[in-house]
Every structure is written in structure tokens, then in C-alpha cells.
């Protein structure tokens, strides 16, 4: 064999166990295995407005467990039908983890790094959203001061009524503490691997090998997929998404954007909680 010759896959979009995640030499899953995931994902994003924002959000504090099992039932789904997707292309499912070698310092740096990326990312969506409230301010013409030059509260509707339904969601006692532990760390590992892993790959291959398509697009999908979460949030969600693309790219791995998104949904979960406990909301 000629040495400078290009070495072929036997199979059409296929991608080594190992490859990093800006790999977009290929498709991952058949094109119409995507849109049937899209639309699933838009169904429940829907859905989960409807339920979360309408009458029934009161009923979620009393069926708690019940919806936390629900999630992630459709958790397991989604991921199942991201592996049968790849089995139809012949893709190992385990190349979605990215480049796992450099065993357990490799493990600790990832860990290491996710505290940095998610204190990082708190300062990032913090301006925004405050940038986000100002300039909102300037176009209603408020103020932030009153007349006598004190600070003006700042009072949103939507995201006040957000705020509640969310710290609804929050556990309240041990067994649901254990229970939002489960599911917080099967969100960081299947919402990774769906958006970051299958996505970030199927659409950079629609875009002809661009890395930045696939970036921009899963990003705004993972922020259209929370929908109860209201139009500000789901803009702010893309951009968390967008900071989570780039970290799988940097670390050519999942790893630390799957301890990062588990230990954000964590932590939010039990600050909602703690600040529900003292009837801060």
C-alpha cells in the first residue's frame, strides 16, 4: 500500500471509538432518524411548557416523584433512540463519549476543569441576562432609581411565575433529594450525549464538516427543547449550550461537560429548595 494514501473507512460515515468531538467528517444516524428526534424533542419542549406554565404546575409539588420518573423515562427514551440511530449506520455508540483515554489523572482534570467551566459560564449568562434586563428596562423607559434615588426593585412576572414552578420541581425531603441526584446525573449524561455527542455531529456534517454549524445549531436546539422555561431562558439555554459545544470540542471528550450539566441541575435543585424552606418565594 502506498504510504500517502489516504486510509478509507469500510463503512460511509463511520467514526473511530476514539475521535474527537470536531470530528464532522460523516453523518452519525440517517437523516430522517433526526428530524423524528427533533420533532420528539419539540413535542415534549410543548408539552412541558403547557403542563409547567399552565393551571397544572400547582399539582407538581404533590406528584413530585411521579415526575421525576417521568423524566427520565424520556431521558432513557431519547438515548435509546440515539443508539438504534447509530446502529442503523454502524457507529459505535461509545464514539459519542469522545477521546476517553489519559485514565484517572485524565479523570480528575476533567473534573477540575468542570468547576472552572461552570463558574465560568455563571459569569457569562449572568451579563447576559443582566445586559438582557437593561436593555429591556430602556425600552419600557424605567428607571433603576426611584425619585428619592433609591434602587427600584426589578419585577418580572414571567420569571417570578418561573422561579415558582421550578422551586416546585425542587426536592423537599431525603428520598427526593436521593431521587433529583438520579435524575440530574442521567440529564448530564444523556443530554450531553444526545446535544453534544449525536447532534453537535449529525448537524457539522450537515454543514458540510463545519464544526461551527454543528455548534450553532444543537445549541439553539437544546435551548428550543426547554420551552417552559419562556423565551428569555431558552435564549439564555443556547448560549449554556453553546459554552457546553465548546468545551467538548476543547477536551475532545464529554466528560467534564457531563459533570458540569449534572452538578449545575443539582445545585439549582437544592438552592430552590433551601430558598423555598425559608419562604423566600
Not at 4 to 14: A, D, L
Amino acid at each position: 500500500m502506498d504510504p500517502n494514501e489516504t486510509h478509507q473507512s469500510p463503512h460511509p460515515g463511520h467514526i473511530e471509538s476514539g475521535a474527537p468531538l470536531a470530528d464532522a467528517s460523516g453523518s452519525v444516524a440517517p437523516a430522517w432518524h433526526t428530524v423524528v428526534l427533533i420533532v420528539g424533542i419539540g413535542m415534549l419542549s410543548v408539552e412541558g411548557a403547557r403542563e409547567l406554565s399552565g393551571p397544572n404546575a400547582n399539582a407538581i409539588d404533590s406528584h413530585r416523584l411521579t415526575t421525576y420518573v417521568t423524566t427520565v423515562g424520556s431521558e432513557l427514551l431519547m438515548l435509546g433512540w440515539v443508539y438504534l440511530g447509530m446502529r442503523l449506520r454502524k457507529i459505535p455508540f461509545r464514539s459519542l463519549f469522545g477521546d476517553l483515554s489519559g485514565g484517572v489523572n485524565s479523570l480528575f482534570l476533567d473534573f477540575g476543569i468542570a468547576i472552572m467551566f461552570w463558574i465560568g459560564s455563571f459569569v457569562v449568562l449572568g451579563f447576559i441576562g443582566l445586559t438582557w434586563t437593561l436593555t429591556e428596562m430602556a425600552l419600557k423607559h424605567q428607571s433603576l432609581l426611584s425619585p428619592d434615588g433609591k434602587p427600584v426593585a426589578v419585577s418580572d412576572p414571567a420569571q417570578q411565575h418561573l422561579i415558582h414552578t421550578l422551586s416546585a420541581l425542587a426536592p423537599s425531603n431525603g428520598r427526593e433529594i436521593a431521587a433529583w441526584a438520579l435524575v440530574c446525573i442521567m440529564a448530564g449524561l444523556v443530554e450531553e450525549l444526545v446535544f453534544r455527542g449525536y447532534f453537535q455531529r449529525q448537524f457539522a456534517a450537515w454543514s458540510r464538516g463545519a464544526v461551527a454549524g454543528g455548534v450553532v445549531f444543537s445549541s439553539l436546539l437544546f435551548g428550543a427543547a426547554h420551552g417552559y422555561q419562556g423565551i428569555r431562558n431558552m435564549v439564555l439555554l443556547s448560549v449554556f449550550g453553546a459554552l457546553f459545544s465548546l468545551l467538548a470540542i476543547f477536551r475532545r471528550n464529554l466528560r467534564a461537560g457531563i459533570f458540569a450539566h449534572a452538578w449545575h441541575d443539582f445545585a439549582i435543585g437544592l438552592l430552590l429548595a433551601f430558598v423555598k424552606s425559608r419562604h423566600l418565594i
